[in-house]
T-cell receptor, first 112, second 107 residues
Framework: NAGVTQTPKFQVLKTGQSMTLQCAQD?????MYWYRQDPGMGLRLIYY???????DKGEVPNGYNVSRLNKREFSLRLESAAPSQTSVYFC???????????FGQGTRLTVV | SQQGEEDPQALSIQEGENATMNCSYK?????LQWYRQNSGRGLVHLIL?????REKHSGRLRVTLDTSKKSSSLLITASRAADTASYFC???????FGAGTTVTVRA
């Protein structure tokens, strides 16, 4: 049972480049989330999807877009990367918004 | 702003001692969860306490919830080196996390 799988694990981008972070879960969960974690800041919610077909902004959505491709997959897109988006990105999933969440191992993104 | 805020930011204790950390939140909740993060890894769920519960135990973990004060505490008893990690609380409001408490257990 893989749980929540994020790809890639590491990425270096140049300012202005675009990329998509992929997340897939195999637990048949309804809800999925994207967070970023910066030193001393804890996890900040970027976007979440309460159920297939819905997405909503979190605390720090600017500069990002998301797609809930199907029940399993929730992708995060950076259209024009900026150095301020250098961070560790975590995807998570849960059965509902108020139940135990399972996290991926993270994507370490550096924008130079 | 973040829904949950942990206190203290950092805690250093001797192996065998207890560690207590607190979480304050802002809005009404149905439940509150605690998670652990080992360095560089994803978060792992520890315990969930519902708004109608005042205390909950899981192994060496004890969680309390005071909805009138909008606060929760996590107690780790008889700490071990393996408990060295960051601990986060999260409310069911968009599963929002605080900045966490970093716990270091010294041998």
């Amino acid at each position: 049972n893989a749980g929540v799988t994020q790809t890639p694990k590491f990425q270096v981008l140049k300012t202005g480049q675009s990329m998509t972070l992929q997340c897939a879960q195999d637990m048949n969960h309804n809800s999925m989330y994207w967070y970023r974690q910066d030193p001393g800041m804890g996890l900040r919610l970027i976007y979440y999807s309460a159920s297939e077909g819905t997405t909503d902004k979190g605390e720090v959505p600017n500069g990002y877009n998301v797609s809930r491709l199907n029940k399993r997959e929730f992708s995060l897109r950076l259209e024009s990367a900026a150095p301020s988006q250098t961070s560790v990105y975590f995807c998570a999933s849960s059965d509902r918004l108020d139940t135990e969440a399972f996290f991926g191992q993270g994507t370490r993104l550096t924008v130079v | 702003s973040q829904q949950g805020e942990e206190d203290p930011q950092a805690l250093s204790i001797q192996e065998g001692e207890n560690a207590t950390m607190n979480c304050s939140y802002k809005t009404s909740i149905n439940n509150l969860q605690w998670y652990r993060q080992n360095s560089g890894r994803g978060l792992v769920h520890l315990i969930l306490i519902r708004s109608n519960e005042r205390e909950k135990h899981s192994g060496r973990l004890r969680v309390t919830l005071d909805t009138s004060k909008k606060s929760s505490s996590l107690l780790i008893t008889a700490s071990r080196a393996a408990d060295t990690a960051s601990y986060f609380c999260a409310t069911d409001y968009k599963l929002s996390f605080g900045a966490g408490t970093t716990v270091t257990v010294r041998a």
